[in-house]
């Protein structure tokens, strides 16, 4: 079973940028669409963006449609989330996550996900 390993949230001002980091481990992400997912404290987990398998389709929450991108490395077998323009409405847990989907079933139903990241923390300063 693969497992995935968040790394680069931190702390930042409204209006600076981030990248996010999700390395896979015990195996290969090629075999799978790959999202990542946010909780804000208090909040339901909600979905952020996906890509599919070989990279060509994504998808993005309205919230982040034009600040978010997705992308994926799959001979480095990491997946990127590059986040500008942050606000404190992004401040929260993001989560890399894997399923054997297609993107798009993975943005609407995150019950597919076979595979969570424990999770990087994004705090943003207003």
Same mark, same amino acid.
Not at 51 to 58: E, F, L, M, P, R
Not at 77 to 93: E, F, G, P
């Given at each position: 079973? +693969? #497992?995935? *390993?968040?790394?680069?949230?931190?702390?930042? #001002? $409204?209006?600076?940028?981030?990248?996010?980091?999700?390395?896979?481990? @015990?195996?290969?992400?090629?075999?799978?669409?790959?999202?990542? =997912?946010?909780?804000?404290?208090?909040? &339901?987990? &909600? =979905?952020?963006? %996906?890509?599919?398998?070989?990279? +060509?389709?994504?998808?993005?929450?309205?919230?982040?449609?034009?600040? =978010?991108?997705? %992308?994926?490395?799959? $001979?480095?077998?990491?997946?990127?989330?590059?986040?500008? !323009?942050?606000? !404190? /409405?992004?401040? $929260? /847990?993001?989560?890399?996550? $894997?399923?054997?989907?297609?993107?798009?079933?993975?943005?609407?139903?995150? @019950?597919?996900? &076979? +595979?969570? @990241? #424990?999770?990087?923390? *994004?705090? +943003?300063?207003?």
């Amino acid at each position: 079973q +693969v #497992q995935l *390993v968040e790394s680069g949230g931190g702390l930042v #001002q $409204a209006g600076d940028s981030l990248r996010l980091s999700c390395a896979a481990s @015990g195996g290969t992400i090629n075999i799978y669409a790959m999202g990542w =997912f946010r909780q804000a404290p208090g909040k &339901e987990r &909600e =979905f952020v963006a %996906s890509i599919s398998s070989s990279g +060509v389709n994504t998808y993005y929450a309205d919230s982040v449609k034009g600040r =978010f991108t997705i %992308s994926r490395d799959n $001979a480095k077998n990491t997946v990127y989330l590059q986040m500008n !323009s942050l606000n !404190s /409405d992004d401040t $929260a /847990d993001y989560h890399c996550a $894997a399923g054997k989907v297609s993107s798009r079933t993975l943005a609407i139903a995150p @019950g597919y996900v &076979e +595979v969570w @990241g #424990q999770g990087t923390l *994004v705090t +943003v300063s207003s």
